[in-house]
């Protein structure tokens, strides 16, 4: 009998399907915002006064959250430029695969649609020895199971 062992968190890949990306703009050392909650309504029955029934309303999704080593030039960077400085949106979508020691996918998520709503840079510290790192923010229409 195998013994089930939870995958670990750390061997991932990410793929931003900006036409012109190359391999370097699908590096990332952190993926956050793999989340979804479902929204409720609430319902009030007339003559019941002790409670109010909860309804169930729709799926809610956080924002993906990306975060790597600075890169200066690249396709996705002159993506995310192209809508903060210009407004031209061009969504996209991306997928986050969890891969095992073989580099085999074991789970997936697509994010359909996904645009760039928060661009953040890491301090700069003269007393620090750390690489300098961006955070990439995507909202997306909805997310999938790839």
Do not use: C
Request: aromatic fraction near 10%; avoid cysteine; proline fraction near 5%.
């Amino acid at each position: 009998m195998a013994t089930y062992y939870p995958p670990t968190a750390f061997h991932f890949r990410v793929n931003i399907q900006v036409e012109g990306a190359a391999d370097e703009d699908t590096r990332f050392q952190e993926v956050g915002g793999l989340a979804v909650e479902l929204g409720t309504e609430e319902l009030v029955e007339g003559g019941e006064n002790r409670f109010a029934h909860q309804l169930p309303s729709g799926a809610r999704h956080g924002n993906l959250v990306l975060k790597r080593g600075l890169l200066t030039s690249s396709q996705l960077i002159r993506w995310i430029r192209d809508a903060f400085e210009n407004l031209a949106f061009t969504p996209v979508n991306v997928v986050v695969t969890l891969l095992n020691e073989k580099h085999q996918p074991l789970a997936a998520w697509q994010f359909i649609n996904a645009w760039p709503v928060k661009w953040t840079l890491g301090n700069l510290n003269a007393t620090d020895n750390s690489v300098l790192v961006e955070t990439l923010e995507l909202a997306y229409q909805w997310q999938r199971p790839a």
